[in-house]
């Protein structure tokens, strides 16, 4: 069944990468969804162009020693995965928490690619980031850890060749840290970094793209099928940057988002999540969701515990829309049931890879829009790119300047994703649409450059 050239590749990956399973996750995701193409087309079978795509174009690794505030010395695993650069340079965020390693960096840096090229702006794919886990550190502490980060991947990195920003564990703090250390060891002010603070270069609406540019993606969803965002009750998970600025675009197009979550727990309130307070405890305190609902007296918080394994509350409130914006494969195939059954049309992700590959085919069998995370959260890394654009001409654009070109390419991503699935067939499948749309500029860029 289906296509030898693209099983073969995929057979190949899983006997080489059998400890790698994010990674494989990721690939099994996009290779199989564009079995179409490669019935069509025999010039990428022709090219090697799958079994070279795979492989990311350099894997760096490195030890990253910092000492903590008593004085002890602190090692941890430092990475960068240079996946792609066949359109542009290197380009995706970095992350700390104690989960990273190759598999999962190497599954963000290759879904880092397809997504970097939907947003129709020249910009290859890269991830990097740490074991280390920013939570419970001192502001000294980071520091410390992101100078000796930076003190290593300052080799590797540069304006016009790879330049990070944020992701799961890395905000304005951390990104300030990392500029700052690579300023004083190259002398070079320049964008190698995006997310960086407004006074230093960084762009208006890059914290608010990622969640506002997902709202638009459902927004451009919902239209065409004839539905609208506007009266709709939301499920969020996650209570990060991206779930912040998903529940205020939310609040701003006339949904009522009534959840956010963490790992532990989950907060529901059916008037609508209190986005002041919200910000107030996860951006200014950094404290936990328990603080949250001791201030929301109207909140009730669902812990995690209480809940049968592998199954998320967030997920089981009862909404019309849903979406993910914690970590991968946050939402399981018992999740997504408890979605579907209460009346779920629309589910847009937020996060990187947040539903499992069972998951995501229950929400396309049931025939609902789904707005897979590559395009869906592409608005991140597109506005990445418009705060490189300004820092190149040494320039800064207005909100509502950068707010307007997000929104246009979400709508230009809506667009690849849609037409391309009506291309091969299968109109509203926007997994396949966006990963074919995506792939095919990388793949024919490295054709035209040659072996390597
Ligand atoms: N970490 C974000 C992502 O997953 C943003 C990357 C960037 O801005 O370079 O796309």
Known sequence: MGNSYVRNVVESVRAKYPHQPEFLQAVEEVLLSMEPLFEKESKYEENAILERIVVPERLIEFRVAWTDDKGRIQVNNGYRVQFNSAIGPYKGGLRFHPSVNQSILKF??????????????????????????????????????????????????????????????????????????????????????????????????????????????????????????????????????VAIYTVKKLYQLGATPVTVSDSRGCIYQPAGINLEVLQQVKERERASLTRYAELCKDATYIPVADYPAGEHPVWNVGADLAFPSATQNEVTLADAKNLLSKGCILVSEGANMPSTLEATAEFQKAGICFGPAKCANAGGVATSQLEMEQNAGMTSWTFDEVDGKLKGIMAGIFKAAHDTAEEFGQPGNYVMGGNIAGFRKVADSMIEQGVM
């Open 108 to 241: 963000l840096g290759f879904e880092q690619i397809f997504k970097n090229s939907l947003t129709g702006l020249a910009i290859g794919g890269a991830k990097g980031g740490s074991d280390f886990d920013p939570k419970g550190k001192s502001d000294a502490e980071v520091m410390r850890f992101c100078q000796a980060f930076m003190t290593e991947l300052v080799r590797y990195v540069g304006a016009l060749s790879d330049v990070p920003a944020g992701d799961i564990g890395v905000g304005g703090r951390e990104i300030g840290y990392l500029f700052g250390q690579y300023k004083r060891l190259t002398s070079r002010f320049e964008g190698v970094l995006t997310g960086k603070g407004l006074k230093w270069g960084g762009s208006l609406a890059r914290t608010e793209a990622t969640g506002f540019g997902n709202v638009y993606f459902a927004d451009n969803m919902l239209k065409a099928v004839g539905k609208e965002i506007e009266g709709k009750k939301a499920a969020v998970s996650g209570s990060g940057n």
